[in-house]
């Protein structure tokens, strides 16, 4: 029953900046880590960046400095501000989270969005 559904990807320019977002529903119990992956034509899928209960973040080298891992907690979402976008970003972009179902789980287990596309391209 739980779901994540990420939007926000489109086709930008290098330079420019893009926000995913990605949105849990479905019968939560509760939310731990959530995380961004992508995975380019060809190429293995990649952690992007990472972010705990308690805030803390993880972030891959290429994107550091350049992206930004939230989450809001009251609404069961976690965002990725994409800023300086650069051609090798090119990817879809999966969210990905360790979710406890309540409505049969008594511990989480981790769930993945349906992937949304990002295209850096002048």
């Known amino acids: 029953q739980v779901q994540l559904v990420e939007s926000g990807g489109g086709l930008v320019q290098p330079g420019g900046s893009l926000r995913l977002i990605c949105a849990a529903s479905g019968s939560i119990g509760s939310i731990g880590v959530m995380a961004w992956y992508r995975q380019a034509p060809g190429k293995q899928r990649e952690l992007v960046a990472g972010?705990?209960?308690?805030?803390?973040?993880v972030y891959a080298d290429p994107v550091k400095g350049r992206f930004t891992i939230s989450r809001d907690n009251a609404k069961n979402t976690v965002y990725l501000q994409m800023n300086s976008l650069k051609p090798e970003d090119t990817a879809v972009y999966y969210c990905n989270a360790f979710i406890r179902d309540s409505a049969y789980d008594r511990v989480g287990r981790n769930y993945w969005g349906q992937g949304t596309q990002v295209t850096v391209s002048s």
């Open positions: 972010i705990g209960t308690g805030g803390s973040t």
